[in-house]
């Protein structure tokens, strides 16, 4: 058989090819992604996502909405026992979602404030910070001379921010938001409570909030540089040619041609979360969800923790252990 050299020859599997050999029957390479499946569905996986906006956006809504779940703990009551924190706080909650056998431990990141103060001035710094430290958290694990076989995965794989549904144009604070945090984390613009604007609002709205991260040098997720191959590219650039996604969230079911769906009464009737003709909230589901899931936990991994991590450990002069007490207990 043909396996000189160092391995870089391709062997057909089966002996249909050149050759003609006889010899080659079928070894069973392609099993693996069935003993990855048996390992995931064990496992399970983590993933964490943060919402950014300012208040009344429909954050909550629109996470309970993704998740069918009231995975967001401050979805309803808004206005009446809640008050505008003083700050930006961060609010992670976590909750185990499983479905087909596979369990996803989901981890919201609320930052209730961002955005409501007069003076908005570095109000990204403890959202920053909050990224940063599950860097750090994640870091010291894997430095640590008995490291866990499982690291506990707290990394923010994907920053939600919601537009406000204006018309005019991104306010000063989306700039700076996105300019600052898009190196640091996976950021996915979305046009918040949509259904208040018509159809010819939202598309201009959407072409000027596009231009605008453009003329900023604004690098959303899914980043261009990060594209694998052709293949990817032009996936990913009909995605990006559709963003930022105009988005309507509800927990409000209504019976629509005998059949029951989430939805928003409004002056012209049902807007249907769900349907791709009334909203974009099934485009950025099926993106976020149900293509793009896996690359933004590896982007994270691979590019931004890489990036924290090279960081850190330089100005650490080396390889040097971080800390070599107080990191066992530091997990979650
Ligand atoms: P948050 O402060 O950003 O978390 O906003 P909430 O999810 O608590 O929603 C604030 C208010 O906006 C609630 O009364 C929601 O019912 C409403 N809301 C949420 N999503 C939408 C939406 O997509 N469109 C409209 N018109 N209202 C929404
Ligand atoms: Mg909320």
């Not at 185990?96 to 431990?105: A, D, L, P, S, T």
């Not at 990204?124 to 010291?140: A, G, T």
């Amino acid at each position: 058989v043909m396996c000189g050299g160092v391995g870089v020859d391709r062997v057909p599997g089966l002996g249909h090819s050149g050759g003609g050999s006889t010899l080659l029957g079928y070894i069973g390479i392609d099993t693996i992604i069935e003993q990855m499946r048996k390992k995931t569905m064990k496992a399970g996986f983590d993933f964490n996502i943060m919402i950014v906006g300012h208040s009344g956006l429909g954050k909550s809504t629109l996470v309970n909405t993704l998740f069918k779940s009231q995975v967001s703990r401050w979805s309803s009551g808004w206005g009446s026992e809640h008050k505008i924190p003083k700050t930006v706080e961060i609010k992670a909650v976590s909750h185990v979602i499983e479905e087909g056998g596979v369990k996803m431990k989901l981890t919201v990141i609320d930052t209730p404030g961002f955005g409501d103060q007069i003076n908005n001035e570095n109000c990204w710094d403890p959202i920053s910070k909050y990224i940063n430290e599950q860097y750090e958290k994640f870091l010291k694990e894997e430095v640590n001379i008995a490291r866990k076989k499982r690291i506990p995965d707290t990394r923010v794989h994907c920053c939600l921010y919601f537009i406000s549904p204006t018309g005019h144009s991104l306010r000063q604070l989306d700039i700076e938001f996105m300019k600052h945090l898009s190196r640091v984390v996976n950021i996915i613009p979305v046009i918040a409570k949509s259904d208040t604007m018509t159809p010819d609002e939202k598309n201009e709205f959407k072409h000027r909030v596009r231009k605008e991260l453009e003329t900023h040098g604004i690098e959303y997720y899914p980043q261009n540089e990060f594209d694998d191959d052709m293949e990817d590219k032009n996936e990913n650039d009909k995605i990006r040619e559709a963003m930022p996604f105009a988005v309507v969230g509800s927990d409000k079911e209504f019976q629509v041609n005998g059949k029951r769906v989430l939805g928003r009464k409004t002056a012209w009737g049902v807007v249907e979360v769900e349907n791709p003709n009334h909203c974009e909230f099934a485009l950025l589901r099926d993106f976020l969800i149900r293509s793009h899931l896996q690359d933004l936990k590896e982007v994270t991994h691979n590019i931004h923790y890489e990036t924290y991590r090279a960081r850190r450990l330089n100005d650490n002069g080396g390889l040097h252990p971080i800390s070599a007490n107080n990191t066992q207990e530091s997990n979650l």
